[in-house]
């Protein structure tokens, strides 16, 4: 049975940390991704990692702040937020595949499987 559950997700002051992990059953992905839906906005991309050659990317509000990384023992992927801003209040969701695909890390249509998500909340 296919299942990406995520856990981590709280709330927390402006410039604290958390961690989301997404643990993903069922199959072994080729990619992992993090996105997230802000309120009242669309769903975008955060980071992403790619198991076939390790790469990486992020969006730009991710950048120097946050970093997704994997456990392939555990068919995990975590997300590292730092200096957590307002700003990145939403709902986060873990993304994944088993195919292989030329569509870009951030593109939502690269990914077959999605978890339930965690709210993390920045507020003081």
């Known amino acids: 049975q296919v299942q990406l559950v995520e856990s981590g997700g709280g709330l927390v002051q402006p410039g604290e940390s958390l961690r989301l992990s997404c643990v993903v059953t069922g199959f072994r992905a080729t990619s992992m991704g993090w996105f997230r839906q802000p309120p009242g906005k669309e769903r975008e991309f955060v980071a992403a990692?790619?198991?076939?050659?390790?790469?990486?990317e992020y969006a730009d509000s991710a950048k120097g702040r946050f970093t997704v990384s994997r456990d392939s023992a555990q068919n995990t992927v975590y997300l590292e937020m730092n200096s957590l801003k307002p700003e990145d209040t939403a709902v986060y969701y873990c993304?994944?595949?088993?195919?292989?695909?030329?569509?870009?890390?951030?593109?939502?249509?690269?990914?077959?499987?999605w978890g339930q998500g965690t709210q993390v909340t920045v507020s003081s």
């Open positions: 990692f790619a198991v076939t050659d390790h790469s990486t």
């Open positions: 993304a994944a595949t088993r195919r292989l695909s030329l569509r870009p890390l951030s593109d939502y249509q690269r990914y077959d499987y």
